[in-house]
């Protein structure tokens, strides 16, 4: 099964640091601190078909963000590894991905000059093709199978348009934020948008709970996310494909 029509709108860079105390770790000034980590389960019509496990990791030189993808028995193999690193201020110091299965396709983007340079190859024996984009290393990357940059996303808007104080985080409703986002996998970029929609009542694993809502949209489509008070991606909805991400 091919989900780049599924993951097409992806994306992100994030300053990190600001969503800490958003997270309830701001007591925590450890080295290679763990943000976040755990697994997504992938449901198509109902059906799990993948799942992802990633962490979220900040040090002294900016964030981690990594994840594995595997598909489930009864589907398409695929497997993929994926390593997003920033810098403190947010901006791209380097994302990689390896395909591992079916394939063994690479690439590597990173910073060049005054924009960005993605190195992509099929195979260890092939020379890396490149492609520039002429993007700034504060772009989000928001890329195929890995669906936790879509909370990195989230956290970047918490930290550019939302206020701090001391009841916490305070979002203005159905306000959109514009970001510039690279999918590393498709060779595009696109612009795109996120709001807070406010409070909602959504069912996961058949329990009511009241979360945050936020709405992402560009041209490929729209994304419904709810995450916890701590901020942390719960579910994911895609209605026009029949598509949801849970949190296991």
């Known amino acids: 099964m091919k989900f780049s029509r599924i993951v097409r709108v ?25 943000v976040d980590s755990g697994t997504l389960g992938i449901f198509l019509n109902g ?3 993948a799942t992802e496990t990633f962490s979220i990791q900040q040090n ?3 964030s981690v963000i990594t994840s594995d993808f595997k598909t489930e028995e009864g589907v398409d193999k695929a497997a993929q590894t994926s390593n997003l690193q920033l810098t403190p201020t947010g901006e791209i110091r380097k994302y990689e991905w390896k395909e591992l299965i079916p394939g063994k396709a690479q690439a590597i983007v990173a910073p060049s000059n005054d924009y960005l340079m993605e190195r992509i190859s099929s195979g260890s024996s092939e020379k890396p093709e490149e492609q520039p984009f002429l993007l700034p290393a504060s772009t989000s990357i928001l890329d ?5 940059h879509r909370q990195v996303l989230v956290w970047r808007y918490l930290a550019l348009a939302c206020k701090q104080e001391k009841q916490g985080v305070q979002c203005p409703a159905n306000q959109k934020t514009q970001f510039g986002a690279m999918n590393p996998h498709q060779r595009t970029s696109l612009p795109l ?24 949209r560009s041209e490929g489509g729209e994304w419904t996310m709810w995450l916890d008070d701590q901020f942390k991606l719960q579910r994911i909805l895609v209605a026009s494909d029949n598509t949801e991400v849970v949190r296991d």
């Open 10 to 34: 992806g994306f992100a860079g994030i300053l990190l640091a600001p969503v800490m105390a958003a997270a309830g770790d701001k007591d925590k000034k450890d080295a290679g601190q763990m």
């Open 47 to 49: 059906k799990r078909i």
């Open 60 to 62: 002294p030189n900016g």
């Open 144 to 148: 195929d199978y890995v669906f936790i």
């Open 193 to 216: 948008s996120v709001e807070f929609s406010g409070r909602d009542k959504v069912s996961i694993r058949g329990t009511e709970r009241e979360m945050n809502k936020f709405i992402l």
